[in-house]
């Protein structure tokens, strides 16, 4: 039997079946519980009267009370239009309509006392309001002295008059009938330690809020119960998969010593010893690890992953490591495969671009076990990729890629799942990482490399330029090298943005003696690889570039990275693109 909740929204008051599956069709609101919780977006403030002499232009709606005087009718069929002349004694507004003529017109009387509510318009000197809200007073007493609640909806629903007044009254109803019904959720003794309203309370509030402060411990309550509850659940998942999934045992470290004592060619800082402990510990426990390894840009979390591999690598399992990019794949492998190479351990590279041929063997090498170390990009969850015994799964900068891509590379060896560590440079506060990543350990590299120094980071206008040009200038004459990155590729008719194309011929005209590189995402992967590796061996001075350079290109010699409409990038990206410089000893620089 339905519960309450669970009851077809078509059997409250003022529904009915057609629009039950109006509301089912374009809100996906189908029970009394999905109507109660279709929350509004905005409220608007009906505790205040107006006068029409206090009207300006930045008030998005206004109140007022006053008296029509006089109402017209302008042009004939489909741009028939209605007009009032509307009156408070302090000035006079025009009232508009253009659909529903006929209705209004028998419903509106001159010299009566109304309450208008809607957004005013200036035409020259004169005020108007298009389709406002009317009421006679005697109706508006009892809505004055509340926060209107405006409900999300759409175009069919407005056609058919389902609006925001509508639902106002299907919550009221919905309320009403749920006295008593709405159970708290949560402990006492939690609302009473965070001071939380009661979630009967906060439904009520959250429709029909007495006053901003009351809005605002309805919102807080209704939040925290929602976070509250995903955080249980990914917890829940967490535990559930270290009873349900056993985790292969890796626990020779024979490679990783020989490795750390013969090869390693600087020392570890304590937080990646620190961090290298804590996977080692998951890998030998006999449970599948499931790890989030986050370090800010250049902490070194790429060796920390080598050495887990190592780990795998000592009891005959395989590794994989997943990046977004092609460009990271190949910097991976580059920087990866002079350590694999002294430790006679096999690595190869799978990327789109790599031949059919190539491609076929290293199929046949994985399936063998051959290949211990496999780097690549998407290639890697191909159907015909499949590993004799896939001990570890690693994904790099693991935000980009979704969670059915992951899976897919969890799936990849017959038998027990590998052990999985996903790697992010982005900087997580603690909380939040929790919340979205409860089903993940955390393992965080806080400390950098010794000799690197903090990026020193700016923001200039236009007009600084010039200045900006002569420190590249002083920058390149010392030996360094420049990042110069846009947001488009080419000009749009749509956007007023600087674009790499006219961005390209600048710097070239400002830097006539400098080798200038270009990578954007629309070069072919041989031409891109051409210009970075160009970049990489300091044969050119300025590289002009998109966000294709926004993960892993590792160039310890470049300083300065200039970001240009630097509001069209996302905080991570720009994060991440100031994480490209400040990757050797030298004092590094962000515009």
């Known amino acids: 039997m339905a519960t309450f909740f669970e009851t077809s929204v078509e059997f409250l008051k003022g529904v009915g079946p057609q629009r039950a599956a109006l509301l089912n069709r374009e809100l996906s609101i189908f029970t009394y519980g999905d109507l109660l919780q279709h929350y509004p977006f905005r409220y608007e403030d009906r505790t205040r009267f107006y006068s029409i002499s206090d ?254 591999m190592l780990i795998v690598c000592g009891s005959q399992a395989q590794c994989a490591l997943m990046a977004p990019t092609e460009i990271l794949a190949q910097q991976h492998f580059h920087n990866l495969s002079r350590y694999a190479n002294a430790m006679s351990m096999p690595i190869a590279l799978l990327t789109g671009s790599t031949p059919k041929r190539t491609r076929q063997e290293l199929h046949r090498l994985l399936r063998a076990g051959v290949i211990k170390v496999v780097i690549g990009t998407h290639a890697l969850i191909e159907e015909e990729v499949r590993f004799n015994r896939l001990g570890l799964a690693i994904v790099d900068e693991q935000h980009r890629f979704g969670v059915a891509q992951r899976s897919k590379l969890w799936s990849k060896s017959d038998g027990v799942y590998p052990h999985v560590l996903v790697m992010s440079a982005t900087p997580i506060p603690r909380t939040l990482a929790m919340t979205l990543y409860g089903d993940l350990d955390i393992s965080i590299i806080d400390e950098l490399p010794k000799g690197r120094k903090p990026i020193k980071t700016v923001h200039r206008n236009d007009s600084h330029r010039l200045q900006v040009n002569q420190f590249i200038r002083d920058q390149v004459s010392e030996g360094r090298q420049v990042y110069i990155v846009y947001p488009l590729i080419e000009e749009s008719e749509k956007l007023d943005l600087k674009h790499l194309m006219d961005g390209y011929e600048s710097i070239c005209r400002a830097f006539p003696d400098y080798a200038i590189s270009i990578v954007h995402g629309k070069m072919k992967p041989d031409a891109r690889a051409f210009e970075m590796d160009r970049f990489v061996r300091g044969e050119t001075n300025i590289m002009v570039a998109t966000t294709v350079i926004e993960v892993g290109v590792d160039v310890p010699n470049a300083t300065v990275m200039i970001i240009e409409n630097a509001e069209r990038f996302g905080l991570l990206q720009l994060h991440q693109l100031r994480g490209r410089v400040g990757r050797g000893a030298d004092q590094s620089y962000s515009f």
């Open 55 to 308: 009207i300006t232009d930045e008030m998005p709606y206004v109140q007022l009370r006053g008296t029509i005087k006089r109402v017209d009718f302008h042009g004939i069929g489909r741009s028939r239009r209605m007009t009032a002349q509307f009156s408070d004694g302090t000035g006079t507004l025009e009232l508009v309509w253009f659909q529903g003529i006929t209705w209004i017109a028998s419903k509106l009387k001159t010299g009566i006392e109304y309450v208008v509510f809607g957004k005013p318009t200036r035409y020259g000197t004169k005020w108007n309001i298009a389709h406002p809200e009317l009421e006679i007073p005697s109706a508006a007493v009892e809505s004055r002295g509340s926060f209107h609640p405006v409900y999300p909806l759409t175009e069919k629903l407005r056609a058919r008059h389902i609006d925001s007044k509508f639902f106002s009254r299907l919550m009221r109803e919905a309320l009403l009938q749920a006295a008593g019904k709405i159970h708290e959720t949560l402990p006492p003794r939690l609302c009473a330690d965070r001071d939380l309203m009661s979630r009967s309370d906060a439904m009520h509030a959250i429709h029909f809020p007495p006053d901003i402060d009351t809005l605002n411990r309805a919102r807080r309550r209704l939040k925290f119960e929602e976070l509250f509850f995903t955080q249980l659940r990914l917890i829940q998942m967490k535990l559930l998969r270290k009873e349900k999934f056993p985790g292969q045992v890796f626990n020779n470290t024979s490679l990783v010593n020989t490795f750390y004592n013969e090869v390693l060619p600087f020392p570890l800082t304590a937080a990646q010893k620190r961090v290298i402990k804590e996977i080692y510990a998951d890998l030998k426990s006999g449970k599948q690890m499931n790890r989030l390894l986050q370090g800010d840009v250049g902490s070194g979390k790429t060796i920390v992953a080598f050495l887990c």
